[in-house]
């Protein structure tokens, strides 16, 4: 049962807890409820419980078919006649193509050059127009405001809509549904749609748990801007996480600055060898954005002070992880 205790003014959002739950329903029949791992040995290493929900084996191979589903579900008739247009390095993009053709319209895509070809692929199997760009944030929107204004498509935006943030936060809703129990919930961090996301879907059913979000090095413009107070724009990045490369919107931005317990850096380093020990340890392809979220907790001395924060009495403290997608 939802918390009564935290306003909107409290959450940093006019999105209210009624909208997840609709969202939820919208979306219930289109995609799968992902299943939550363990791994014993990941626990002894992170010295805590550590729980995976595990969206890398969602519909379209990532989270973001939850938020794109209900963007375009919520779309009127009339509104959905001109097709949507959005813009996006690949996992947003697949998901606004497979659910716009479940829709039954077209889906304009923006994708920057660099995007990886398995990603560009799987737009382009679900149908979607795919144009091209320079990988900077500045000739994405540009690009996507080119096409709206030439083909009258609505814009879904990656994480910058309310309908979007109360998608993705279903995931975490049923991440806590599923154990209900957890003292931290850590989930990577772009443009902050999943991570907002996870704020509200959390704390919408469990108000003391405390929401971290995990972020490159070399895409750190989520941290300098919580650490700041005020937005840090990131033009571009090469980090390995290409899932990653967004900024905050002052949408999201506002969300977190609320409700996020902090933002943890990762090297590229540390993306790559968490990728290979999911891979060996429980046997699952995940994403570098998704091994963002589980690096910090592997590090010599995992998080200091985190566990015994967050333990209250138990041997070790109970943390939720989410991987983000599995398309590598």
């Known amino acids: 049962m939802a918390s009564t205790h935290l306003t909107p003014e409290d959450l940093g959002t006019a999105i209210q807890w009624k909208a997840i739950e609709e969202a939820h329903e919208r979306i219930r029949p289109r995609i799968h409820r992902t299943p939550v791992l363990t791994s014993q040995s990941l626990n002894v290493m992170a010295g805590a419980e550590l729980f995976f929900k595990c969206e890398n084996l969602q519909k379209a191979g990532s989270f ?5 589903t209900n963007a375009i579900f919520s779309l009127s008739d009339e509104e959905a006649s001109h097709g949507v247009v959005t813009h996006s ?15 039954g319209i077209p889906a304009w895509i923006v994708m920057p050059k660099n995007a990886p070809a398995v990603k560009c692929r799987a737009v382009e199997s ?15 929107t540009e690009t996507a405001a080119r096409i709206q204004a030439e083909t009258g498509a609505r814009l879904i935006h990656p994480y910058d809509d309310d309908r979007i943030i109360a998608g993705q936060a279903t995931a975490a809703k049923e991440l806590v549904e599923d154990v209900p129990q957890l003292d931290a919930v850590l989930t990577p961090v772009s443009g902050g749609g999943l991570l907002s996301g996870t704020c509200l879907g959390a ?8 929401v971290y979000g ?12 919580i650490k700041s107070g005020t937005l840090q724009p990131l033009e571009s990045s090469d980090t390995i996480a290409d899932g990653l490369r967004a900024s905050l919107a002052p949408r999201t931005f506002a969300i977190l600055r609320k409700q996020l317990a902090g933002v943890l850096l990762v090297s590229e380093k540390e993306i790559v060898e968490t990728m290979q020990l999911v891979a060996q340890r429980m046997k699952l392809v995940i994403e570098p954005s998704s091994a963002v979220a589980l690096a910090p907790l592997l590090r010599a001395g995992g998080i200091p002070g985190l566990n015994q924060r967050l333990r209250k009495g138990r041997p070790s403290a109970r943390i939720g992880i989410i991987f983000s997608g599995g398309n590598v």
Not at 89 to 100: D, L, R
Not at 214 to 225: F, G, I, M, V
């Open 64 to 68: 973001k078919i939850r938020g794109a």
């Open 89 to 103: 390095s690949g996992n947003h993009a697949a998901a606004v193509a497979c659910a716009a053709a479940w829709r």
């Open 126 to 140: 679900y149908g979607g127009k795919i144009t091209f760009c320079e990988p900077k944030v500045s000739a994405r």
């Open 203 to 210: 704390h919408g059913l469990r108000a003391e748990i405390r």
């Open 214 to 225: 995990c972020e490159p090095e070399l895409a750190d413009d989520a941290y300098r801007s």
